[in-house]
């Protein structure tokens, strides 16, 4: 089954930006999610294939209009409740 994040061969996307950035972080928040999700998988609360999935398994609309870290984000949010370390909507504002 083909998930969103599959689009190889498909065409309408447009050009691939291929500059490098230097930076690994754009804003603060983004770091804190890498560290987060770093700790928990650290931790055995869930694991990178676990994690991989749950980014794969975002609605498309989501996956399309999300940037890369508001993606990890919500695989992390996604996993916390799936194991029950948070109930649904806990996070909600």
Do not use: C
Request: no cysteine; net charge negative.
């Amino acid at each position: 089954m083909a998930r969103i994040n599959d689009v190889g061969g498909l065409q309408g996307f447009g050009p691939i930006d291929t500059t490098d950035d230097a930076e690994p972080f754009h804003a603060d928040w983004e770091a804190r999610v890498f560290g987060l999700n770093s700790t928990l998988v650290r931790q055995g609360v869930y694991n990178l294939d676990e994690f991989r999935d749950a980014i794969e398994r975002m609605p498309p609309e989501l996956y399309l209009r999300s940037s890369y870290y508001e993606r990890w984000f919500y695989a992390i949010r996604t996993l916390l409740v799936r194991k029950g370390v948070l109930a649904e909507g806990e996070l909600d504002g």
